[in-house]
């Protein structure tokens, strides 16, 4: 081994302690909800059972390329071995029962996860009608008459049950730290339960392409104790601005928005009205055929870090194959 390549092998080892000991985070695997906490828990599992092949496949090749290399006189020269039972029924047994375990916790845990569920807590949730625009999110709490642009808020300890619809192309709502991607599309509601264990500033963000905005398409999750959260509450309520038909067209308008706005009253109907815009009023709703169910998650994927959503009722609409009427 020359000096070149130990200088090499140095510098490879100070940049990965270098990224190891940075400031970078992984917000999925840093959940701050019991829903984000379940999900890390099944990618961490899936991911150490999957090692139990991988590491020994890695480490046998390594062995098995060292004690039979060509200069090594006193491994056993065998030209023509073809078969052995012992291996056989290992390597076929160990990943077939590794396939099992994980087709059983995938399935039961993406059930059990399912975000149209409500989750089982006592506390009374809190309805959020979220509406992905071109290319910023608006956030509308219908109980409380009060509406914002790129910032959102929720008491501690309290699920939040969130209606999501698009008013332009599919998107994707995801708070990654507290789980659970799910698709946001013109015409459609789709659900999602979420709640915030520990209070703090939390990322949200788009995680589907949906055009040049697409980069500044995030917002801020707030999870406040209750006192809090209700002066952020009064806070919009002193708000100037009024979420009337003519303050939402021009709200719609493609563009990003430069900063948090707040309206003190919202009309009543309005997730309902754009909806029905785009087709009618189709709600994916969960317990019913699995066939639409990938319709709102991520493509091939039934529940990754609970990127998964409920199944639907389909019915010909002007749209094309869709979920059932229903009203908000």
């Not at 500044?216 to 100037?240: H, Y």
């Not at 009337?244 to 997730?271: C, M």
């Not at 994927?301 to 059932?324: F, I, K, L, N, Y």
Request: overall charge neutral.
């Amino acid at each position: 081994m020359g000096p070149g390549f130990r200088q090499a092998g140095k510098r490879l080892l100070a940049v990965t302690f270098a990224l190891a000991v940075s400031g970078c985070s992984f917000d999925v695997l840093d959940p701050k909800g019991s829903v984000g906490l379940r999900e890390r828990h099944l990618i961490f599992t899936a991911t150490w059972v999957m090692l139990l092949v991988v590491v020994p496949v890695i480490i046998l090749t390594l062995v098995f390329a060292w004690r039979y290399r060509a200069t090594n006189k006193a491994a056993n020269y065998q030209p023509t071995w073809s078969h052995s039972t012992a291996i056989e029924v290992a390597v076929w047994s160990i990943p077939t029962l590794i396939i099992l375990f994980l087709a059983n916790l995938t399935w039961t845990t993406t059930h059990e996860l399912d975000p149209y569920r409500p989750l089982p807590v006592a506390a009374t949730p809190i309805d959020v009608d979220v509406v992905a625009l071109d290319w910023k999110w608006l956030f509308i709490y219908p109980s409380l008459g009060v509406a914002s642009v790129n910032e959102l808020a929720m008491p501690v300890g309290t699920p939040v049950s969130f209606h999501i619809t698009s008013d332009t192309v599919m998107n994707s709502f995801f708070i990654p730290q507290l789980g659970s991607q799910i698709y946001a599309m013109a015409g459609m509601e789709t659900q999602l339960h979420l709640i915030a264990d520990t209070a703090g500033d939390y990322a949200g963000m788009s995680a589907n392409f949906s055009g040049p905005g697409f980069s500044d398409m995030t917002f801020r999750a707030l999870a406040l104790p209750q006192p809090a959260f209700d002066q952020w509450v009064s806070k919009l309520r002193a708000a100037p601005a009024q979420l009337d038909e003519a303050a939402y067209r021009s709200l719609a308008k493609p563009g990003t928005a430069d900063r948090v706005t707040y309206f003190s009253q919202v009309n009543q109907g309005l997730f309902h009205s754009i909806m029905t815009e785009h087709g009618g009023s189709m709600q994916m709703s969960s317990g019913q055929t699995g066939s639409a169910k990938m319709a709102s998650t991520p493509m091939g994927s039934m529940q990754m870090g609970s990127m998964q959503m409920g199944p639907a009722q389909m019915g010909p609409t002007p749209m094309g194959p869709t979920m059932s009427s229903t009203e908000h």
